[in-house]
């Protein structure tokens, strides 16, 4: 399989007269963030699942998902990771070396995909807030979820970890807060929770757990990465000090699991770092929240939802206030426009009402916030993600084998 691959194509506007251009899609169903574990149980030989990424066969898998590791971040910064350097150099595999996230490119959408193997159209987490038709009100879908809110009716679909977990071992290692929060009710289920409040607890005990079980898939998440970014910075030296940190906690997995154990390391996202002066209250410019009944979103992918019975002049005023604003510091385009380039995937009715009827992605070093709606310490974040440029968009994909043998790679 080649190394690498273009994205696709520019995709046209959905109407005449508005000239913008758009990245082309997630590769959803073929090298995307929701192929990992849905190809790792095929690897299992587990029924009802493709092995699309062509991953080793083996009876153990874990993988492990550094929230917040973009593939750029992982070349840029591997002199502070001996160990996955030593894995990336060892040999040619047959899996891709980078996958897409989700679109937007946030955890809340990314590690659905991944815990569904769906595009975010069908799971239907499609930002980090984002509206909910049914009480007219934004609601998060990560960390505070609204109580109107059922995680399992806003996300039906069965989990990638449900399905195994009827065919073999099921494990998820993780924090604490994490073993029954809405975010996993919604999208991670499935299987028995194992947690631990620092890294070294938590390899120990997915060492004790897959020792002691047959056919085993594994959940490793570790969510360091992308605090640190969040809060310091993706080239920061706190980012760094987690990168390393990360790096000894892959090295403990490769030298306690089971021999022969595949070992994947992925992502749900990357990030990149947007400067004090780029991180702007656009709900103080009129122009630009004209005809806006609610805004959502995440500040590089937001979600704007017009007044009810809005007609397409404010539409196209809106979007026209926007370009003129940022100019090619920004993609702007609607729901319609973003369902035909199939940015969420194939998207069902459920799902429709949930995303903006206008959406604005950033594509320079910009944040975007409603100061209305958020706390102020929210424009203290240096490191975002969410949008559709290579560096929040890309994650990498490392494939090895267990028990002091790197003998694959992605």
């Known amino acids: 399989m080649p ?19 758009m990245p082309g899609a997630p590769a959803y169903g073929q090298r995307s963030i929701a192929e990992v574990l849905t190809s790792a149980a095929a690897g299992m030989g587990l029924e009802g ?60 959408a990314a590690l659905s995909s991944f815990g569904t193997g769906l595009a975010p159209g069908q799971h239907g987490m499609v930002g980090y807030d984002v509206l909910d038709p049914r009480q007219d009100k934004v609601v998060n ?31 998820t290692v993780s924090l604490p807060q994490f073993a029954g929060s809405p975010m996993t009710r919604a999208a991670l289920r499935g299987g028995r929770h194992i947690s631990g409040t620092t890294s070294h607890a938590r390899t120990a005990a997915a060492a004790e757990a897959m020792a002691s079980a047959g056919p085993s898939l594994m959940y490793f998440y570790v969510n360091e990465l992308d605090k640190a970014g969040h809060r310091y910075g993706c080239q920061s030296e706190q980012w760094e000090h987690q990168l390393e940190e990360l790096d000894a906690t892959v090295k403990r997995l490769n030298n306690s699991l089971p021999a022969g154990t595949t070992i994947l390391l992925t992502a749900d996202h990357g990030m990149l770092d947007v400067p004090e002066q780029q991180r702007i209250d656009y709900a103080a410019e009129p122009a630009l929240v004209e005809g806006v009944r609610h805004t959502a979103g995440e500040p590089r992918m937001v979600h704007l939802y017009l007044e009810n019975g809005t007609g397409p002049d404010v539409r196209d005023r809106l979007l ?50 409603d100061t209305r709606r958020v706390r102020p310490a929210a424009m203290e974040v240096v490191g975002q993600h969410g949008s559709l440029t290579k560096a929040e968009r890309e994650v990498p994909l490392l494939c090895f084998t267990a028990g002091g043998r790197s003998s694959r790679r992605g």
């Open 141 to 171: 879908l990560l960390g505070s979820w609204d109580p109107g809110v059922d995680p399992a009716d806003w996300q039906p679909f069965p989990t990638v970890l449900e399905r195994a977990a009827e065919h073999a071992d099921v494990t």
């Open 320 to 369: 026209a206030a926007w370009r003129a604003r940022f100019g090619d510091r920004i993609w702007a385009f609607t729901r319609e426009d973003a369902i035909m380039a199939g940015l969420f995937g194939e998207v069902r009715p459920a799902v429709e009402g949930r995303i903006g009827d206008v959406m604005i992605a950033a594509r320079a070093p910009l944040a975007l916030y």
């Open 3 to 21: 190394k690498d691959r273009q994205h696709p194509g520019i995709v046209p506007p959905a109407r005449s007269g508005l000239e913008f251009a």
């Open 49 to 108: 699942f493709a092995n699309t990424l062509r991953l080793p066969a083996a009876s153990r898998v874990c993988v492990v998902l550094a929230d917040g590791l973009g593939r750029n971040l992982l070349k840029q910064k591997s002199a502070h990771t001996p160990f996955l350097r030593s894995v990336i150099q060892s040999g040619q595999g047959e899996v891709p070396v980078w996958l897409d996230s989700a679109f937007p490119s946030t955890t809340a």
